[in-house]
Nanobody, 126 residues
């Protein structure tokens, strides 16, 4: 059973920065074999893709709205993934979820992810 635990989010002013982390654990789970993604959800909307990183970490993809502002990374030695969020905008606010695939290849669809964290709240004030 894989467990994903996100770091605490927070309240940040527009234009500010915040870094989220996601720690993975589980018996028979090889972190470097799992593509990892970040999704976010706001009230009344579907959970949407934000960023993904391949298992080895060499490939990343972002949704257009965060390209150039957010950076996804991972430390496979620590079984941890990160999302560095810069130049935050009010529309970036929401509950951020980390998610893991069973394969190392990137994917942007929610259905391709097998395990989800509990979510962490990010609030951006204008």
């Amino acid at each position: 059973q894989v467990q994903l635990v996100e770091s605490e989010g927070g309240l940040v002013q527009a234009g500010g920065s915040l870094r989220l982390s996601c720690a993975a654990s589980g018996r028979s789970f090889t972190f470097s074999n799992a593509a990892m993604g970040w999704f976010r959800q706001t009230t009344g909307k579907d959970r949407e893709f934000v960023a993904v990183i391949s298992g080895p970490g060499g490939e990343t993809r972002y949704t257009d709205s965060v390209q150039g502002r957010f950076t996804i990374s991972r430390d496979n030695a620590k079984n941890t993934m990160y999302l560095q969020m810069n130049s935050l905008k009010p529309e970036d606010a929401g509950i951020y979820y980390c998610a893991a695939r069973r394969v190392p290849f990137i994917g942007t669809a929610r259905a391709r992810y097998d395990t989800w964290g509990q979510g962490t709240q990010v609030t951006v004030s204008s």
